[in-house]
């Protein structure tokens, strides 16, 4: 036998064994052995790359046995999910929860708030592409044990104005009945409003929020990455499902832990002697306490992140049995053999190459129209079942919350445990993704026969009476009140009409019992329509009048179905797109997928809602300074025609781009296939 021409085997591959007597057969101990935890694993025949850093769960050699239990997928799939949890109550929960309160605490209006909430996305768009493509290469855990840091210390920074603005001040209570004879509070003149220094926070809130962005972004970057590296192929949908959907659990936590604390008063150590309840108007809630909590729960995850090694016990090997399903656009072999991604430098061919990948474009595309209606419907929904059902706001809420978070979740595990029971390609993927969207559409359809009129409201829609006229609030019997435009505290009448105020009905008394209050002498509310010769112990309760519309259970039904085969799309789209780049761009290729997700969807979709929303406003808040505020009344029907129509279009565009990427997606070649698993058969790997 004679040595075949060319450079030795690298080391850590064992060649298939000599016959005995062979020359080229050597001594036990002269033979090349690998680095102890760590494997070099076949791309193409001939070419072996990558170390995979495998080792012990531990800081350095302190590595105790316990430790060892959770060295696994398993184990780093609870703690990436304990994050996703925590990063939801936060981001997703605790701010929007909060946000009104703030407003009030602050005096800070509608539009810098919603900077606030907007500051988190801005530092995701700015950080995603530089740390997905840095950390490819790196200690993904580590990055993740950066991630808890900055989290809990964008929490902890968010909650610092409380500690430094001061006690709570309430004054005085508006006055909310008809004042003929004394001096109502729309008596006020209008005065230019100074600036109060406690809108000078606006800057903490902004800050904590961008710090809250740097954490997350190597949460949805890396992490998911880590996941697919350390599974098979046909379980990295499952994994990947189930951390997105413990990434939902964390806004529900988040809405029912902070909706809970705003029954505690701002200063807890003012509560027994505060004069005001919740259900006064000037009450404001302990928001800070759950980010409080959170911060320093996000830090514990610090610990297990930072134990975790490079690459968890086995992933060469799970490396070594996949077969790349890149896009064949010859971008894998120019990311292998240019070995692109080592340095900074590499960064700007590394997006080309991304960017000229026309299945993943297509992807993206159509993860961000979805994205755009998922946050849409997150943020409007309470509002829609709100005004189209006449339900309370925290009542909507609720439903919205249960109709949105188990939905969202139970699609993106289902949709995990299909791919992964059913092993599908790409290819295969893709074409799931086509019909779940497709249904999606159908079922959309719910808005066109599930609404209601609006119901009678003095003012708006009916007159006074017969006496006033519609579009305004104002008639003869409630001139003398006085009544003001900015203190919206509905009440419905015997009639079974609503009315703007107690103050608008013309209420000049009221009355509580057990915490409920009637109204009474209200000159503006007529007789009872059904049983108008009886008399009943009230003239107007606060509240709404009850919706004579009973398509609230149907409309919770088909779009708990709408939401699930909307969110069946989204476990499946990160699968194809860890699919078709290279395998050296996964995780820059999420990296994109998030700032594209932001630009083109979570970030104008609540805009396009709200403009939608807004154009079938009839009845709008109007100050002492007539200025234009919120919107009280719409139009109800113009309202579910706009919102089925912005999520119409967005479902035809994602069946479009779906439809591009499955007909531009091509498999790699059987030939490069053949070679991969005859490079796997013939080498063996040391871990």
């Known amino acids: 036998h004679t040595r075949p021409e060319g450079p030795p085997p690298p080391r850590g591959v064992v060649q298939p064994s000599p016959q005995p007597g062979s020359l080229r057969e050597a001594p036990r101990s002269s033979r090349p052995r690998a680095p102890p935890q760590a494997a070099q694993l076949p791309r193409e025949t001939g070419h072996f790359q990558g170390v995979y850093e495998e080792g012990p769960c531990g800081w350095g050699r302190l590595a105790p046995r316990a430790l060892q239990l959770c060295n696994n997928a398993e184990g780093y799939l609870a703690a990436y999910s304990l994050l996703a949890i925590f990063q939801g109550i936060v981001v997703n929960g605790l701010v929007n929860v909060s946000i009104?309160?703030?407003?009030?605490?602050?005096?800070?209006?509608?539009?810098?708030?919603?900077?606030?909430?907007?500051?988190?996305?801005?530092?995701?768009?700015?950080?995603?592409?530089?740390?997905?493509?840095?950390?490819?290469?790196?200690?993904?855990?580590?990055?993740?044990?950066?991630?808890?840091?900055?989290?809990?210390?964008?929490?902890?920074?968010?909650?610092?104005?409380?500690?430094?603005?001061?006690?709570?001040?309430?004054g005085s209570k508006i006055e909310e009945t008809c004042q003929i004879l004394g001096t109502n509070a729309a008596n006020l003149t209008c005065n230019a409003s100074t600036k109060s220094s406690l809108s000078n926070y606006l800057y903490v809130f902004i800050l904590g929020q961008l710090l809250l962005g740097v954490g997350g972004t190597p949460l949805y970057t890396l992490g998911t990455a880590f996941i697919d590296d350390s599974v098979p192929k046909y379980k990295s949908s499952l994994y990947i499902g189930i951390g997105y959907a413990m990434s939902l659990l964390g806004p529900a936590i988040g809405y029912v832990l902070g909706g809970q604390l705003l029954n505690i008063y701002i200063d807890v150590h003012l509560q027994e002697s505060a004069e005001i309840d919740p259900d006064d108007p000037r009450w404001l809630g302990a928001w800070w306490i759950a980010f409080l909590l959170c911060s320093f729960a996000t830090w514990l995850l610090i610990i297990p992140f930072s134990c975790f090694p490079k690459h968890l016990p086995g992933t060469a090997k799970i490396q070594a049995e996949k077969i790349s399903e890149t896009?064949?656009?010859?971008?894998?072999?120019?990311?292998?053999?240019?070995?692109?991604?080592?340095?900074?430098?590499?960064?700007?061919?590394?997006?080309?190459?991304?960017?000229?990948?026309?299945?993943?474009?297509?992807?993206?595309?159509?993860?961000?129209?979805?994205?755009?209606?998922?946050?849409?419907?997150?943020?409007?929904?309470?509002?829609?079942?709100?005004?189209?059902?006449?339900?309370?706001?925290?009542?909507?809420?609720?439903?919205?919350?249960?109709?949105?978070?188990?939905?969202?979740?139970?699609?993106?595990?289902?949709?995990?445990?299909?791919?992964?029971?059913?092993?599908?390609?790409?290819?295969?993927?893709?074409?799931?993704?086509?019909?779940?969207?497709?249904?999606a559409l159908l079922l959309n359809t719910v808005f066109l026969f599930a609404k209601c009129g609006n119901e009678p409201f003095a003012g708006v829609s009916e007159t006074y009476n017969g006496t006033g006229t519609l579009w305004n609030l104002t008639a003869?019997?409630?001139?003398?009140?006085?009544?003001?435009?900015?203190?919206?505290y509905p009440v419905?009448?015997?009639?079974?009409?609503?009315?703007?105020?107690?103050?608008?009905?013309?209420?000049?008394?009221?009355?509580?019992?057990?915490?409920?209050?009637?109204?009474?002498?209200?000159?503006?509310?007529?007789?009872?329509?059904?049983?108008?010769?009886?008399?009943?112990?009230?003239?107007?309760?606060?509240?709404?009048?009850?919706?004579?519309?009973?398509?609230?259970?149907?409309?919770?039904?088909?779009?708990?179905?709408?939401?699930?085969?909307?969110?069946?799309?989204?476990?499946?789209?990160?699968?194809?797109?860890?699919?078709?780049?290279?395998?050296?761009?996964?995780?820059f290729a999420l990296g994109v997928q998030s700032l594209f997700l932001r630009l083109l969807g979570t970030i104008p979709g609540p805009i396009f809602f709200g403009v939608a929303i807004d154009n079938s406003c009839t009845l709008w808040d109007v100050n002492e300074c007539k200025t234009q505020g919120a919107c009280w009344v719409y139009d109800n029907t113009r309202m579910a025609y706009m919102l089925i129509g912005i999520s119409a279009a967005c479902k035809v565009l994602t069946i479009f781009f779906v439809v591009v990427a499955f007909c531009l997606y091509k498999a790699p070649s059987s030939s490069s296939v053949s070679l991969e698993k005859n490079a796997e058969m013939a080498s063996g790997i040391h871990v």
């Open 100 to 170: 009104s309160t703030i407003e009030k605490r602050y005096e800070l209006n509608s539009s810098l708030t919603g900077l606030i909430s907007s500051s988190y996305d801005i530092a995701f768009c700015v950080l995603s592409l530089f740390v997905s493509f840095f950390g490819e290469r790196g200690h993904k855990p580590r990055w993740l044990a950066f991630s808890s840091f900055m989290l809990g210390l964008g929490s902890l920074v968010f909650s610092l104005p409380h500690f430094c603005s001061g006690t709570y001040h309430y």
């Open 327 to 439: 896009h064949n656009d010859g971008s894998k072999e120019l990311v292998e053999d240019k070995n692109i991604g080592k340095s900074f430098k590499d960064f700007p061919l590394a997006l080309l190459i991304l960017l000229r990948n026309p299945v993943f474009m297509c992807l993206i595309v159509a993860a961000a129209t979805e994205a755009l209606i998922a946050t849409g419907f997150a943020t409007f929904l309470p509002k829609f079942i709100e005004h189209q059902f006449s339900q309370s706001s925290s009542f909507s809420a609720t439903l919205g919350g249960l109709v949105l978070i188990p939905g969202a979740a139970l699609g993106q595990i289902i949709s995990g445990i299909l791919i992964s029971k059913y092993k599908m390609d790409c290819k295969n993927i893709i074409k799931f993704i086509l019909g779940t969207c497709s249904v």
């Open 476 to 488: 003869p019997c409630n001139t003398d009140c006085n009544c003001l435009r900015s203190f919206y």
């Open 492 to 587: 419905c009448g015997r009639d079974e009409i609503q009315y703007f105020s107690p103050c608008f009905a013309g209420c000049t008394s009221s009355t509580s019992e057990k915490r409920k209050r009637t109204y009474h002498n209200c000159s503006c509310v007529g007789k009872p329509p059904r049983l108008p010769e009886v008399n009943v112990a009230y003239e107007a309760i606060p509240g709404k009048c009850r919706a004579q519309c009973m398509l609230l259970p149907v409309f919770l039904g088909f779009f708990f179905f709408t939401v699930v085969f909307t969110f069946m799309a989204v476990t499946p789209t990160t699968v194809a797109i860890l699919r078709c780049v290279p395998d050296k761009q996964r995780s």
